[in-house]
């Protein structure tokens, strides 16, 4: 008898527990992804999927950016090898190690003749973790070293449309007492899109996903790989370690003239002797 009881009570609990699972089932909701043991290792896959196609979205637009532009000039690459800066008298080149990037922004870098708008030599000084971006007028005085107007006195702007970007390297260089390391010439657009890159902190994914539009206004002696390399000295130094150097140039006849000893001074390539 108590065992049959007991039998009963077991059969009971047991229709009572099928009962409540055949209810659950009703209640289920089909719309509701349910859970497993492989959910996660899905949800992992998913991500990697995502990354990977990123990554290839971001690569493609890299090399978009280098076939429409004219990265890798050789006609600036030989202008900055031969280059040559004395340090006027009185000082002496810092011993810090440098990178020193002209830049020229114009209305046109696809124009035969360009118009030179501004003159800028962005100085990093890697070993003291500062730099400087320096202004010169674009009609500063400087001695042509090459092509047609060699060994001729002309402001910068008359130069470039006569003899082209390359011309004005060397005699930049040589007025300013900087080193020159990498050239740019770039539009006054893309100049101003490149720079505020910088003053808001962009990482360089953020320039990676705009170097396509930026990469066509601009001709350099780097490479898309050394442009990204000095995008990140620029990041390394901080916007915060980086002035503003401006030269107004002295009245002549026919431009403006430099004082190569306060330039080199103020950006920080030259030190007083002694």
Same mark, same amino acid.
């Given at each position: 008898?108590?065992?049959?009881?007991?039998?009963?009570?077991?059969?009971?609990?047991?229709?009572?527990?099928?009962?409540?699972?055949? +209810?659950?089932?009703?209640?289920?909701?089909?719309? !509701?992804?349910?859970?497993?043991?492989?959910?996660?290792?899905?949800?992992?896959?998913?991500?990697? !999927?995502?990354?990977?196609?990123?990554?290839?979205?971001?690569?493609?637009?890299?090399?978009?950016?280098?076939?429409?532009?004219?990265?890798?000039?050789?006609?600036?690459?030989?202008?900055?090898?031969?280059?040559?800066?004395?340090?006027? !008298?009185?000082?002496?080149?810092?011993?810090?190690?440098?990178?020193?990037?002209?830049?020229?922004?114009?209305?046109?870098?696809? +124009?035969?003749?360009?118009? &030179?708008?501004?003159?800028?030599?962005?100085? &990093?000084?890697?070993?003291?973790?500062?730099?400087?971006?320096?202004?010169?007028?674009?009609?500063?005085?400087?001695?042509?070293?090459?092509?047609?107007?060699?060994?001729?006195?002309?402001?910068?702007?008359?130069?470039?449309?006569?003899?082209?970007?390359?011309?004005?390297?060397?005699?930049?260089?040589?007025?300013?007492?900087?080193?020159?390391?990498?050239?740019?010439?770039?539009?006054?657009?893309?100049?101003?899109? &490149?720079?505020?890159?910088?003053?808001?902190?962009?990482?360089?994914?953020?320039?990676?996903?705009?170097?396509?539009?930026?990469?066509?206004?601009?001709?350099?002696?780097?490479?898309?790989?050394?442009?990204?390399?000095?995008?990140?000295?620029?990041?390394?130094?901080?916007?915060?370690?980086?002035?503003?150097?401006?030269?107004?140039?002295?009245? +002549?006849?026919?431009?403006?003239?430099?004082?190569?000893?306060?330039?080199?001074?103020?950006?920080?390539?030259?030190?007083?002797?002694?």
């Amino acid at each position: 008898m108590g065992h049959h009881g007991r039998n009963s009570g077991e059969q009971g609990t047991g229709r009572r527990a099928e009962y409540v699972r055949e +209810a659950d089932k009703r209640f289920e909701r089909t719309d !509701v992804p349910r859970g497993g043991r492989h959910a996660n290792v899905i949800a992992i896959v998913v991500l990697l !999927v995502v990354a990977a196609l990123i990554g290839c979205l971001i690569w493609f637009l890299w090399q978009r950016a280098q076939s429409d532009s004219s990265l890798g000039d050789v006609s600036l690459s030989n202008s900055l090898e031969a280059t040559t800066t004395t340090a006027p !008298v009185g000082t002496t080149a810092s011993t810090d190690s440098f990178t020193n990037v002209l830049v020229l922004t114009v209305d046109d870098v696809s +124009a035969s003749s360009p118009t &030179l708008e501004a003159v800028h030599i962005l100085v &990093l000084d890697t070993t003291a973790e500062k730099g400087c971006l320096a202004t010169l007028p674009a009609s500063t005085l400087v001695t042509a070293t090459q092509g047609s107007s060699a060994g001729d006195v002309m402001p910068l702007d008359r130069l470039l449309s006569q003899d082209g970007y390359a011309a004005c390297v060397g005699p930049v260089s040589t007025v300013s007492a900087v080193p020159l390391s990498h050239a740019v010439v770039i539009d006054s657009s893309s100049w101003e899109e &490149l720079w505020s890159l910088v003053e808001q902190g962009s990482s360089t994914s953020t320039l990676i996903s705009k170097a396509s539009g930026l990469f066509s206004g601009m001709r350099s002696d780097m490479s898309a790989t050394d442009f990204v390399d000095l995008f990140k000295q620029v990041q390394s130094v901080g916007r915060a370690n980086l002035t503003t150097y401006e030269d107004q140039g002295t009245e +002549a006849d026919g431009g403006l003239t430099v004082d190569t000893q306060a330039f080199g001074l103020g950006v920080g390539t030259l030190v007083t002797e002694g």
